[in-house]
Structures are given as structure tokens and as C-alpha cells.
Nanobody, 131 residues
Framework: QVRLVESGGGSVQVGGSLRLSCAAS????????LAWFRQAPGKSREAVAG?????????YADSVRGRFTISQDNASNTGSFLQMNSLKSEDTAMYYC???????????????????????WGQGTQVTVSS
């Protein structure tokens, strides 16, 4: 059973930056889809960014495109980072990283933002953005 651990959350002011990290307890050759989701109180979990490893593409929610960047941890095929710049108050949420097996970049393009796509989840790290 792969365990994921997020870190890097915290409290920042509007316009600030944070870098979230996701570490996996073991490398899994089949896990080629790395993603970040978030969930604010009273709201459903929503996709923020996803990336298909092995030279695949990165995908972003419209609300974060141009401000957030997802990247793979080159030291492992299951670790990832989420660089968050120009943070807004509406970015306040619990952030979760997730892993999924890979069935091709074309497949992932259609499913990257769906919760059921992912079979491994972390416990979350809180991000609070205040003015």
C-alpha cells in the first residue's frame, strides 16, 4: 500500500507564494499520473493540477492556470511539487496529492480532474490565504 505525505502548507497573505511537496512511501512503476486536488469547507474536492510522467503533459484548472505549476520530483517517479504563486483568498483549502496508474497521455487528458481516477491519496496539507 503506497502512502502519500504532503508538506509545505501554511498561512500566507494574498499575493504570496507556497510550494507544496508530495512524497510517496515507495516508487511504483505503474503510477504515472500525479495530481493535486483541494477541498474547501462545505465544498466538494476539486482538481487543481495533474501531470502525466514520462514526458506527458500538465493540466490545470482554469482558476489556477498561470499561477500554479505542477512538477514531478526527479528523484522519484511518484513524488510531485505544486508551486503556488499570486495566491488569492479563494485558494484557501486543504490540498491533497494523488497518484493513479497510467494508461496513456490521451486517456489522462480526459480524466485527470476526476476523483475516481486516483487510487492513492495523501492526508492533506492546509493552505490559508488571508488579506
Amino acid at each position: 500500500q503506497v502512502r502519500l505525505v504532503e508538506s509545505g502548507g501554511g498561512s500566507v497573505q494574498v499575493g504570496g507564494s507556497l510550494r507544496l511537496s508530495c512524497a510517496a512511501s515507495e516508487n511504483t512503476i505503474s503510477s504515472k499520473c500525479l495530481a493535486w486536488f483541494r477541498q474547501a469547507p462545505g465544498k466538494s474536492r476539486e482538481a487543481v493540477a495533474g501531470i502525466y510522467t514520462d514526458g506527458g503533459s500538465a493540466y490545470y484548472a482554469d482558476s489556477v492556470r498561470g499561477r500554479f505549476t505542477i512538477s514531478q520530483d526527479n528523484a522519484s517517479n511518484t513524488g510531485s511539487f505544486l508551486q503556488m504563486n499570486s495566491l488569492k483568498s479563494e485558494d484557501t483549502a486543504m490540498y491533497y496529492c494523488a497518484l493513479a496508474p497510467g494508461y496513456g497521455n490521451s486517456w489522462y487528458r480526459d480524466v485527470w480532474d476526476r476523483v475516481p481516477t486516483y487510487n492513492y491519496w495523501g492526508q492533506g496539507t492546509q493552505v490559508t490565504v488571508s488579506s
